[in-house]
């Protein structure tokens, strides 16, 4: 995989995926920080919880990510949004989890109890979280360019291209290089007459329907077939999250890995690249197959 941007110490340590069945870690391997913070999410079926945390001295800044939770299964059922919370950080070699969790009393804030659709904090997505080649992707519902609702499975039926980038990134071999194949692809596209582009923002706290709609605009984007999607941060984490993106704020920038899938006509992911080494050419190879 390859990454936009410099900074990649902290997303490689925290990075990658908890594992809640994994073998006890040893005392040699595992490191335990002490965490604070505020729940903003619980997902009791998968024990695991989005914390809003402090800085935690010596290891990373302090920001809103999900963490897998090795407690007893009754600690997420009991946890609500908004609970302060103490708890112990372990990070074992590529795993990460909260054990020990302690509450420390409800904190009634307006980002505790925002809507999903509401911008809010910065949320980290899930590592190594993304669906199988051939597996069914989640549906979503994100905010296009011209402030409509889209949702993956109204696509069905037509092969869908999906990427990620944001419309601030400085780097020209990474977002726009992007867009620039994006535009290619788009053109060859409506030439054929089939299929559909997502370009899904990984700034979704800048990246505003009207940010989007100049941006696409520049891109010579027709929003009936290529749109630009933006939503809450929680909602952008997870559509990232399926495809196996993961981003962070670093240096004035996001910084994030680059990504390209096809999705068939039944929703299905179909192929995925992983860097900027993929050309316009071979997405309308893909997509051509991906039409039945």
Same mark, same amino acid.
């Given at each position: 995989?390859?990454?936009?941007?410099?900074?990649?110490?902290?997303?490689?340590?925290?990075?990658?995926?908890?594992?809640?069945?994994?073998?006890?870690?040893?005392?040699?391997?595992?490191?335990?920080?002490?965490?604070?913070?505020?729940?903003?999410?619980?997902?009791?079926?998968?024990?695991?919880?989005?914390?809003?945390?402090?800085?935690?001295?010596?290891?990373?800044?302090?920001?809103?990510?999900?963490?897998?939770?090795?407690?007893? %299964?009754?600690?997420?059922?009991?946890?609500?949004?908004?609970?302060?919370?103490?708890?112990?950080?372990?990070?074992?070699?590529?795993?990460?989890?909260?054990?020990?969790?302690?509450?420390?009393?409800?904190?009634?804030?307006?980002?505790?109890?925002?809507? $999903?659709?509401?911008?809010?904090?910065?949320?980290?997505?899930?590592?190594?979280?993304?669906?199988?080649?051939?597996?069914?992707?989640?549906?979503?519902?994100?905010?296009?360019?011209?402030?409509?609702?889209?949702?993956?499975?109204?696509?069905?039926?037509?092969?869908?291209?999906?990427?990620?980038?944001?419309?601030?990134?400085?780097?020209?071999?990474?977002?726009?290089?992007?867009?620039?194949?994006?535009?290619?692809?788009?053109?060859?596209?409506?030439?054929?007459?089939?299929?559909?582009?997502?370009?899904?923002?990984?700034?979704?706290?800048?990246?505003? %329907?009207?940010?989007?709609? $100049?941006?696409?605009?520049?891109?010579?984007?027709?929003?009936?077939?290529?749109?630009?999607?933006?939503?809450?941060?929680?909602?952008?984490?997870?559509?990232?999250?399926?495809?196996?993106?993961?981003?962070?704020?670093?240096?004035?920038?996001?910084?994030?890995?680059?990504?390209?899938?096809?999705?068939?006509?039944?929703?299905?992911?179909?192929?995925?690249?992983?860097? $900027?080494?993929?050309?316009?050419?071979?997405?309308?190879?893909?997509? $051509?197959?991906?039409?039945?």
């Amino acid at each position: 995989m390859k990454f936009a941007g410099a900074g990649l110490g902290l997303l490689v340590l925290v990075g990658a995926a908890a594992c809640r069945q994994a073998p006890k870690p040893s005392a040699e391997t595992a490191h335990r920080f002490a965490l604070k913070g505020v729940v903003r999410e619980v997902d009791a079926g998968r024990s695991e919880v989005i914390v809003e945390h402090e800085t935690i001295p010596g290891y990373m800044q302090g920001m809103t990510m999900p963490f897998p939770v090795r407690d007893d %299964p009754q600690v997420t059922r009991l946890l609500r949004p908004g609970d302060r919370i103490e708890a112990t950080l372990v990070v074992e070699k590529d795993r990460y989890w909260l054990e020990k969790i302690l509450t420390r009393g409800f904190v009634a804030t307006a980002a505790a109890t925002a809507p $999903e659709n509401k911008q809010a904090a910065f949320v980290t997505p899930v590592p190594n979280n993304g669906v199988q080649v051939g597996d069914t992707v989640p549906d979503f519902a994100l905010t296009d360019q011209t402030g409509a609702t889209v949702r993956l499975s109204q696509m069905r039926g037509q092969p869908v291209a999906v990427t990620f980038l944001y419309t601030r990134c400085p780097i020209a071999t990474a977002c726009p290089m992007t867009t620039a194949k994006f535009s290619k692809l788009d053109a060859m596209l409506a030439q054929k007459n089939f299929g559909h582009l997502l370009a899904v923002t990984v700034d979704p706290e800048h990246d505003t %329907p009207a940010a989007l709609a $100049e941006y696409a605009k520049k891109a010579g984007a027709d929003p009936k077939r290529w749109k630009f999607l933006t939503g809450s941060p929680v909602a952008v984490a997870r559509v990232a999250s399926s495809f196996g993106v993961m981003y962070y704020p670093g240096r004035g920038q996001m910084i994030h890995s680059q990504a390209v899938a096809v999705v068939d006509a039944q929703g299905r992911l179909s192929t995925i690249y992983y860097g $900027e080494t993929w050309q316009p050419e071979h997405l309308l190879r893909d997509m $051509e197959k991906a039409r039945t």
